[in-house]
């Protein structure tokens, strides 16, 4: 599947070839960004969850960029958040396993957004390596309605949390994060 | 809290002078935002022992942290420098004194100097490997960066702490890698080390030791200064790597397979990160690509579990009818060659040779990797491996079948042990020993680290979790695995903050000689105890 805001597979695995700037979220006002600033910009997805494109597909038409990635959540940090975020602390969506927010939650602290959406989906079948090879209920469908539900909260500001943190291996999450009106020290200087 | 020393009314001019030098918006002190340093994988959450800090302060240069330290002076504020605060499972971004205000140097974010031909840079403390990584990528230079594992950390950090990676000896040792530093001192002053302190030289990152006493260890692991700048020698990007795989099938073999790769480590044939695995045991080699995934890992059997620790001829009996009925090995260790092709080829071959003194000995299909990775490998690989940051690690821990509990944090016992097979018995042990003794489950039979060139590293990693009861066992656990390891000769090579003093304590040669000459430095070079009171067990006379 294409989209049309996605940049390519090796740009993913390596982060070669401008990431975020490349989608136009490097500098100055995006066209992927609304004047709601709760508004979800970025949306990120672990591929290793099947199911998912049609919340990818949603993500689209609401404006935000798709950036997929799997199993390692290095990847969308060095390529999408830390970029965008030095920038600027925009929300940004995803559809990962609790090892990834974990990593994206703690980084995002230190440029003052903190977890808003936090839903567990149910356990799914999945793909690729590194998360176990349990074949159970995909989840097809409830991506597309988490996430929806996700960029609603977003949208409105409210905060929900409905799971208990890292869940069982099968168990992907969907989840905000956004500005959290902390302040913490953050790239200043021109880098 | 305020710490010892320092009244109330001198902890708000502190902040007041702290305003002033870096700007009212980089000074912190309330609670939510204080509550993004506290340390996530603390064994004391929740607890009265659980350190906090009682301000943040976040300079923007090298003259905005010497004037910090000099407000601290005058103010008895004790202060904390952090690089990015990402050390979970040693202590995070919490002070090890609570009511110290953190010294975040998160701002001083610079990549100062790549210096491709002579395969070095220079880096200030709010560098990531992440930024670091991606400063060589943009510069297009072809060097490596060798990371620990997760990479959100800072190299300067990292260094400091001691840390290690996974590439060739002379980078994976953090510290070791290092060449020149500037410090600022607790009274404010400016230091540089090696050929930093000749002022017109160009060779700061090139030759380490300048002229007298190389003082540069006195700034890791401890609380004599605040390093501001570090430089860092760095892999040139190799031609290729190859990565070999021996396994031998009798329980008695792993001391032999443990001096062959000692030995070609020492004589240079070996040149990557070596390791030691269990397949029948299914304890993988550490960074190990063709691993699966330790969460899939089956529940233990433990008949063969108890009789890796019993070493008695049934026990050995028995694991050999299972090596027969499983068709897996007892042992494998994975050696890794970087280099040109017909020169790693050539390790492989010099390495098989020697391996085939233990009887039985198989090896598997080397992989081999020329660079750059392409896009199925980078997705496979274990990155470190390759001088590519990753935080991969973070899927681990999450909770499976063999393993009920969620790993909501962790922290490490990590003595240093000799690098003999029969050391890894011996460890294994004592530490089940004291495990069933305090009725806590008896962690896998564990296989040790080969980070550290001439010595091993075992890793007992204890969860640590919301509830202060199970902390408590797991602190109580620690507690005794410290002086029990001392006893035997091995020794922490680095700990949580929780443990600082009691592992300081174990460091006991000619009546804590070690302990009272850091002490000795510490109060000369810091008379009134500003700079991180207590870290690495080193506490100023004033907290003594």
Same mark, same amino acid.
């Given at each position: 599947?294409?989209?049309g ?14 990431g975020?700037a ?19 910009s970025?949306?990120l997805?672990?591929t ?9 597909r ?6 935000a ?14 390529e ?10 925009l ?15 703690r ?25 176990g090879?349990?074949?159970r ?16 909260l ?6 929900r ?21 902390v ?7 021109g880098? | ?44 959450w ?7 800090a ?41 002070p ?7 010294? #975040? &140097?998160?701002?001083?974010? @610079?990549?100062?100097?790549?210096? =491709?031909?002579?395969?070095? $840079?220079?880096?200030? %403390? /709010? ?26 950390g ?18 994976r040792?953090?510290?070791d ?71 031998a099938?009798?329980?008695? #073999? &792993?001391?032999?397979?443990? @001096?062959?790769?000692?030995?070609? =480590?020492?004589?240079?044939? $070996?040149?990557?990160? %070596? /390791?030691?695995?269990?397949p029948l045991?299914?304890r ?25 620790y ?37 390790q ?10 233990i ?21 496979r690989?274990?990155?470190p ?13 999450i ?9 909501e ?15 890894i018995?011996?460890?294994?042990r ?21 980070v550290w060139?001439?010595a091993l ?35 922490e ?16 040669f ?14 000369a ?20």
């Amino acid at each position: 599947m294409t989209l049309g805001s996605e940049i390519s597979r090796r740009q993913i695995l390596l982060g070669g070839g401008g990431g975020i700037a490349a989608l136009g979220l490097g500098l100055g006002p995006a066209p992927a960004l609304s004047a709601n600033r709760t508004d979800v910009s970025l949306f990120l997805i672990d591929t290793a969850i099947p199911g998912t494109d049609e919340a990818a597909r949603l993500a689209a038409r609401k404006g935000a960029v798709v950036a997929r990635f799997t199993g390692d959540p290095g990847v969308p940090w060095l390529e999408h958040l830390e970029p965008l975020w030095r920038h600027r602390p925009l929300p940004v969506a995803g559809l990962t396993f609790g090892g990834a927010l974990f990593c994206f939650e703690r980084l995002a602290r230190g440029f003052g957004l903190s977890c808003g959406f936090r839903s567990s989906l149910p356990p799914a079948r999945l793909a690729g390596s590194g998360h176990g090879k349990e074949h159970r209920q995909p989840a097809f469908g409830m991506a597309e309605a988490a996430f929806r539900a996700a960029t609603d909260l977003a949208a409105y500001g409210q905060t929900r949390m409905t799971a208990a943190g890292i869940d069982a291996p099968d168990r992907p999450l969907t989840w905000v994060l956004r500005p959290a009106h902390v302040r913490r020290p953050r790239t200043d200087n021109g880098r | 809290m305020l710490p010892p020393g320092c009244t109330q009314e001198m902890f708000g001019q502190a902040i007041d002078a702290f305003e002033q030098t870096v700007g009212p918006e980089w000074v912190f002190t309330s609670g939510r935002d204080l509550d993004l340093y506290r340390d996530a994988y603390s064994p004391f959450w929740g607890e009265p022992e659980e350190r906090f800090a009682s301000a943040a302060v976040a300079p923007a240069d090298v003259e905005q942290v010497q004037a910090v330290v000099r407000i601290a002076n005058e103010t008895s504020l004790p202060v904390y420098p952090i690089s990015t605060g990402k050390n979970l499972g040693y202590g995070g971004s919490a002070p090890s004194l609570s009511g110290s205000a953190v010294l #975040d &140097l998160i701002r001083m974010n @610079r990549v100062l100097d790549i210096d =491709e031909e002579n395969a070095s $840079v220079l880096v200030e %403390p /709010g560098v990531s490997y992440f930024d670091l990584y991606r400063e060589l990528r943009d510069a297009g230079a072809k060097l490596w960066i060798d990371c620990p594992d997760p990479g959100w950390g800072s190299p300067i950090g990292n260094a400091l702490d001691r840390g290690g990676g996974y590439t060739r000896p002379q980078f994976r040792n953090h510290f070791d890698a290092h060449c020149g530093m500037e410090v600022v001192l607790p009274n404010g002053e400016l230091l540089r080390t090696g050929m930093g302190a000749l002022p017109a030289a160009e060779t700061w990152q090139q030759y380490k030791a300048g002229f007298g006493p190389w003082i540069d260890g006195m700034f890791s692991q401890s609380n004599f200064g605040v390093v501001t700048k570090m430089g860092f020698w760095m892999m040139p990007e190799p031609e290729a790597c190859l990565i070999g795989r021996v396994y031998a099938n009798r329980y008695e #073999d &792993l001391s032999a397979l443990v @001096r062959i790769v000692t030995h070609l =480590e020492n004589t240079g044939i $070996v040149n990557g990160m %070596p /390791g030691f695995g269990s397949p029948l045991l299914q304890r993988r080699v550490p960074a190990d690509p063709q691993a699966s995934d330790p969460n899939d890992a089956s529940a233990p059997d433990q008949a063969l579990q108890d009789a890796f620790y019993s070493r008695d001829a049934a026990a050995r009996g028995l694991i050999a009818d299972r090596v027969r009925s499983t068709g897996r090995s007892c042992w494998s260790a994975l050696v890794k060659f970087y280099g040109p092709e017909r020169m790693v080829r050539l390790q492989w071959e010099l390495s098989k040779e020697q391996f085939s003194e233990i009887a039985g000995v198989e090896f598997g299909e080397p992989e081999f990797y020329s660079f750059p990775l392409s896009d199925a490998e980078l997705e496979r690989v274990h990155k470190p491996t390759f001088g590519i940051p990753s935080l991969s690690v973070f899927n681990f821990g999450i909770r499976t079948e063999a393993r009920p509990d969620l790993l909501e944090g962790h922290q490490a016992f990590s003595p240093v042990i000799p690098r003999t097979g029969e050391a890894i018995f011996e460890v294994n042990r004592v530490f089940r020993e004291i495990f069933q003794d305090e009725g806590l489950p008896v962690p896998p039979f564990g296989l040790p680290g080969c980070v550290w060139e001439r010595a091993l590293m075992m890793i007992f990693v204890f969860p640590t979790t919301r509830d202060p009861e199970i902390n408590q066992k797991y602190r109580r656990a620690f507690h005794r695995l410290i002086p029990a390891a001392a006893e035997r000769g091995w020794g922490e090579y680095r700990t949580p903050v929780a443990y600082y003093d009691a592992v300081m304590d174990t460091y006991s040669f000619a009546d804590h000689a070690l302990r009272r000459f850091h002490e000795t430095v510490k109060d000369a070079l810091d008379p009134n105890g500003i700079i991180s009171p207590g870290r690495y067990g080193i506490w100023p006379e004033r907290y003594r």
